[in-house]
């Protein structure tokens, strides 16, 4: 496939409601600010524990920024790791990684990738970097895995070594197989990201069921789970649970939903936004160790519209979200802006919206939301994945049948 680089849209793209005030590099929140949200929400009767939570002051950017499609004809693609160079490695929800280069074209499927389940919210999934990718070329990625029990699914991740020549994956092992396995194709988290310490994060979803939902508060298992790995699958010694008999050593923050967001940001610290339920999308700080509350602590409430039996939006022993969007955003995909082509977004947390369609902009000060907003609006597509390449610009997938490698750059 070749798909020429085409320049779609011009300018800044629009934005809900007006700008917050600058207080040095950071935004200032106001009183007298316009909310960046303004309709009803879904889950009703559950105010935010302190002012700020939700629905923050609208920002705009004042950089132009034009929006490039670099390929499209991608099926389902879900995630976009760049490459040293300027090319792009691109991962196909039906299992087929492909590199995209920088002039928009889209190589033949790398071959070595494991089988996928394809069905529903399965497949091919994320893919990182080894952090010493230029001298190892290893590549990791998560992936829906068949369980000895065919009925039963989870979500492993593998790793190989990329051929000089590019075509496949070499000395390829599965590292890590979420336990136990279930029936159900939903919620398989599977965001990967290597920290400041050199291990391996990776996000997991509890599986969507009443049964492996409430083991999102047990430590025995990976449902709903953050998990610390050594680049080899191996277990550190300081992870949090390491030593308590009879929990799944792997595990580093627990109560979690559905995890398809994490990021590192320059201070190191893990940053995570989780799918909630409907009206509880929720950023999260995470710390070591720590209890989200999934499913026991929820802004949101059930898809029929009723609350959650036994559910509060506080608990003690539970972690409040930084941050949480009612309606949802469905987030997948996260990138702090490091980068010298957009200078005003340096320390930004961007985000993929799903079924809102959009990227969504967060801007944080001492750990706090003061400023959001909402790009490319007018396309509505559905952001699945957002990185940041080593030429300063943003880089999306969209996650559809005819799916697009989008390029955010300056003006």
Aim: aromatic share 8%; with cysteine.
């Amino acid at each position: 496939m070749r798909h020429p680089v085409r320049l779609i849209s011009f300018g800044i793209l629009a934005t809900l409601g007006s700008s917050a005030s600058f207080a040095g590099a950071a935004l200032a929140q106001t009183a007298s600010c316009t909310p960046i949200e303004t309709r009803p929400t879904t889950a009703a009767g559950r105010p935010a524990a302190h002012p700020g939570q939700t629905r923050t002051c609208a920002v705009t950017s004042r950089t132009a920024f034009d929006v490039v499609v670099v390929a499209e004809g991608l099926e389902h693609p879900w995630a976009v790791e760049p490459l040293p160079g300027g090319d792009l490695l691109v991962t196909e929800k039906p299992g087929r990684m492909r590199i995209v280069s920088a002039n928009g074209r889209v190589g033949d499927p790398i071959e070595g990738v494991l089988p996928v389940v394809y069905r529903v919210q399965g497949g091919l999934l994320d893919v990182a970097l080894s952090p010493s990718f230029e001298n190892d070329r290893t590549i990791y990625w998560s992936f829906t895995e068949p369980r000895p029990d065919s009925s039963n699914t989870g979500t492993s991740v593998a790793r190989g070594v990329l051929s000089q020549d590019r075509r496949r994956l070499e000395q390829v092992s599965v590292i890590f197989r979420s336990e136990p396995g279930h029936r159900l194709p939903g919620h398989f988290g599977s965001r990967l990201v290597f920290g400041p310490d050199g291990m391996l994060y990776v996000t997991l979803g509890e599986r969507f069921s009443p049964e492996s939902r409430a083991r999102a508060q047990q430590v025995d298992n990976h449902f709903g789970k953050i998990v610390r790995i050594r680049p080899d699958g191996g277990i550190p010694d300081d992870n949090p649970f390491v030593s308590q008999g009879g929990a799944a050593r792997e595990v580093w923050s627990y109560g979690h939903r559905n995890v398809q967001a994490a990021a590192f940001d320059a201070e190191g610290r893990l940053w995570e936004i989780e799918h909630g339920p409907a009206g509880g999308d929720e950023l999260n700080l995470v710390q070591k160790g720590k209890n989200y509350g999934w499913p026991h602590a929820t802004y949101g409430q059930d898809y029929s519209g009723k609350p959650y039996p036994n559910t509060t939006t506080t608990r003690d022993g539970t972690e409040q979200p930084v941050y949480y969007w009612d309606p949802v955003i469905a987030p997948s995909g996260a990138q702090f802006y490091s980068g010298s082509a957009f200078p005003e977004w340096r320390g930004n947390l961007f985000i993929g919206g799903l079924a809102s369609a959009r990227l969504v902009r967060v801007v944080l000060d001492n750990g706090h939301v003061v400023g959001e907003e909402h790009l490319l609006v007018d396309r509505r597509p559905r952001v699945r994945d957002v990185r940041q390449g080593p030429d300063g610009a943003l880089y999306l997938v969209t996650d559809q049948q005819n799916g697009e490698l989008l390029k955010l750059v300056p003006r």
